[in-house]
């Protein structure tokens, strides 16, 4: 996408004491996904070479959920949290060797664009710097800037009046080549009031020694900083309104937007239906003209086509639904697989199973996938008839055109076009019914 190779750095070291919360302020959930998944997800569209999270607070919680949300990238650690520009000369070594463009992220600003990023990648200066025109510059340092560009970055208390009233800011995001943070980042002193490595002071060294430093801009709502739960609320509430926008441009039918829930990742077809209340977690896609019914939860799972999904229904890791299956109320799916035309209508828990193309499963089934140590799969073939209340004590297969008798408890293997019945033979006492309640009662005084 840029002429010069890439490479990014997402500073997230940070404590966040202002969440009033243990959990690293990175790994707070933003569209179901930890904050710091935003800047890795829209920086990996820029194709970098390589990808250096700075860690710190909470350093093994936040390696560990990278692994998970980039496997490829790479953690750097900051023992003592001594500034921006201290977390960034952490991340170097891993960059040893790289000559290009490195751009410098943080974890707790999700929504810059893609667009924005792919300027700052691509711009001719040595240094450029992230700004935006701010409706209340408030304390924000101001960018001054001149027919050579950026000239200075001045901190809300060194400003004079006339330089308070500029309304372009510094984001903090920044980009600059490998070799140019090399040689000016040693340059950076800590003599301030925190004693602390500021990378804001990289633009005047570089311009100092001759270096062409310049300014792109952004939309400020692209620039939102998370710093406290009330800040992590509203940024929940702009990124499910950007989503839905999305989903409706996209050709998605949402009955009621507000009340449907997005995850960073959904991934929703055109002319897919989703009702009221219906929530995704990460990790689901759901192909065109599938529609998911009222009060439904989804993560980590494949829709295709022409299925259905609830009410009520709950589908989680690893359930694969084929063409025209239909999974009712009150339903639950979890790692498995069912083929094309497959019925689930209701009250019914699938996992760990593959069901074979037009099986009907009936009311109450479930396959007993777990003995308290491992988890055992259950195989059932194509047009088979699960009568309802079995239960399937995995491992267990159940042949093709095969059948189970209602309230069944299936051990062993059905052969194809075999009927199973696993169930006590019924015993009728007549008039014992009566003549127990008269006991109960006369027992009761009544």
């Known amino acids: 996408m840029t002429e010069k190779p890439v490479a990014l750095i997402v500073l997230a070291a940070g404590q966040g004491s202002r969440m009033q919360s243990d959990l690293p302020k990175v790994l707070h959930r933003l569209g179901a996904v930890p904050l710091v998944g935003h800047a890795l997800a829209t920086?990996?569209?820029?194709?970098?070479?390589?990808?250096?999270?700075?860690?710190?607070?909470?350093?093994?919680?936040?390696?560990?959920?990278?692994?998970?949300?980039?496997?490829?990238?790479?953690?750097?650690?900051?023992?003592?949290?001594?500034?921006?520009?201290?977390?960034v000369l952490q991340a170097l070594p891993l960059l040893e060797g790289f000559e290009g463009r490195v751009l410098v992220l943080y974890g707790d600003t999700p929504?810059?664009?893609?667009?924005?990023l792919g300027m700052l990648a691509s711009h001719p200066s040595d240094v450029i710097v992230l700004g935006f025109e701010a409706a209340d510059p408030g304390r924000y340092g101001r960018l001054v800037t001149g027919p050579d560009g950026l000239e200075r970055i001045v901190e809300y208390k060194d400003a004079d009046e006339a330089t308070r009233a500029i309304r372009l800011v510094?984001?903090?995001?920044l980009a600059a080549d490998a070799a140019t943070l090399r040689e000016?980042?040693?340059?950076?002193?800590?003599?301030?009031?925190?004693?602390?490595?500021?990378?804001?002071?990289?633009?005047?060294?570089?311009?100092?020694?001759?270096?062409?430093?310049?300014?792109?801009?952004?939309?400020?709502?692209?620039?939102?900083?998370?710093?406290?739960?009330?800040?992590?609320?509203?940024?929940?509430?702009?990124?499910?309104?950007?989503?839905?926008?999305?989903?409706?441009?996209?050709?998605?039918?949402?009955?009621?937007?507000?009340?449907?829930w997005f995850a960073l990742d959904s991934?929703?077809?055109?002319?897919?239906?989703?009702?009221?209340?219906?929530?995704?977690?990460?990790?689901?896609?759901?192909?065109?003209?599938?529609?998911?019914?009222?009060?439904?939860h989804l993560e980590g799972c494949?829709?295709?086509?022409?299925?259905t999904v609830g009410p009520f229904a709950r589908l989680r890791a690893g359930a694969e639904l084929g063409a025209d299956v239909h999974v009712g109320n009150f339903v639950e799916i979890k790692n498995s697989v069912l083929d094309e035309g497959v019925k689930v209508g209701h009250l019914t828990y699938l996992g760990d199973a593959d069901v074979g193309e037009a099986t009907n499963i009936g009311a109450g089934t479930v396959t007993c996938n777990y003995d308290?140590?491992?988890?055992?799969?259950?195989?059932?073939?194509?047009?088979?008839?699960?009568?309802?209340?079995?239960?399937?004590?995995?491992?267990?297969?159940?042949?093709?055109?095969?059948?189970?008798?209602?309230?069944?408890?299936?051990?062993?293997?059905?052969?194809?076009?075999?009927?199973?019945?696993?169930?006590?033979?019924?015993?009728?006492?007549?008039?014992l019914a009566a003549r127990l309640m008269q006991a109960l009662r006369q027992k009761k005084g009544r």
Not at 384 to 390: L, N
């Open 267 to 296: 991934c929703i077809g055109r002319d897919a239906v989703i009702g009221q209340n219906v929530v995704f977690g990460p990790g689901v896609t759901v192909e065109s003209g599938a529609e998911i019914l009222p009060f439904c």
């Open 111 to 116: 929504f810059i664009a893609e667009e924005t």
């Open 170 to 173: 510094n984001s903090g995001v």
């Open 372 to 431: 308290g140590v491992s988890k055992h799969r259950t195989r059932i073939g194509a047009h088979a008839f699960i009568g309802s209340d079995t239960m399937l004590v995995a491992p267990v297969a159940v042949g093709a055109r095969a059948m189970t008798g209602s309230g069944s408890v299936i051990t062993e293997d059905v052969p194809d076009d075999a009927l199973a019945l696993g169930r006590a033979r019924q015993v009728t006492k007549p008039g």
């Open 184 to 260: 000016i980042l040693p340059q950076i002193g800590n003599r301030n009031a925190a004693g602390e490595y500021y990378l804001t002071d990289l633009p005047g060294l570089a311009r100092a020694a001759g270096l062409r430093v310049d300014v792109v801009t952004c939309d400020e709502s692209e620039t939102l900083g998370i710093n406290t739960r009330a800040e992590l609320a509203a940024a929940e509430a702009a990124f499910q309104a950007r989503a839905r926008a999305q989903a409706l441009e996209d050709g998605v039918t949402l009955s009621d937007p507000a009340t449907v």
């Open 302 to 307: 494949h829709v295709s086509a022409g299925a």
């Open 43 to 87: 920086g990996r569209r820029l194709e970098p070479e390589t990808v250096v999270v700075v860690a710190g607070h909470g350093a093994d919680q936040v390696r560990k959920a990278v692994a998970k949300l980039d496997p490829d990238a790479r953690v750097a650690l900051q023992e003592q949290q001594m500034g921006t520009a201290h977390a």
